[in-house]
């Protein structure tokens, strides 16, 4: 069974930065694409950043600039590192896989806070 941990939020002040992990029992990540998704409170879930098997990249115009996704296939786990933090990019953080095709269970997710 397919297990994603997400760790690594907190609360931090605007212009700061977090690394967010995200570590996959019963999966290979480097055989799949994975993406990092976000959800601020009474928002729908959005994709924000994702990378293909071949660690091509990309990134929802809003944090394009900012975040950078990458993947250590030794540890099985994809990384999010986010720099220059707005109050806007609060949200429960998730990983999984960048499509509804394939979808794996929800982890329970990272909770970042942007605030002063």
């Known amino acids: 069974q397919v297990q994603l941990v997400e760790s690594g939020g907190g609360l931090v002040q605007p212009g700061g930065s977090l690394r967010l992990s995200c570590a996959a029992s019963?999966?290979?990540?480097?055989?799949?694409?994975m993406g990092w998704y976000r959800q601020a409170p009474g928002k729908e879930r959005e994709l924000v950043a994702w990378?293909?098997?071949?660690?091509?990249?990309d990134y929802a115009d809003s944090v394009k600039g900012r975040f950078t996704i990458s993947r250590d296939n030794a540890k099985n786990t994809v990384y999010l590192q986010m720099n220059s933090l707005k109050p806007e990019d609060t949200a429960v953080y998730y990983c999984?896989?960048?499509?509804?095709?394939?979808?794996?269970?929800w982890g329970q997710g990272t909770q970042v806070t942007v605030s002063s």
């Open positions: 990378i293909t098997s071949y660690g091509i990249t």
């Open positions: 999984n896989v960048p499509s509804n095709k394939g979808r794996k269970p």
């Open positions: 019963g999966m290979i990540l480097s055989f799949n694409a």
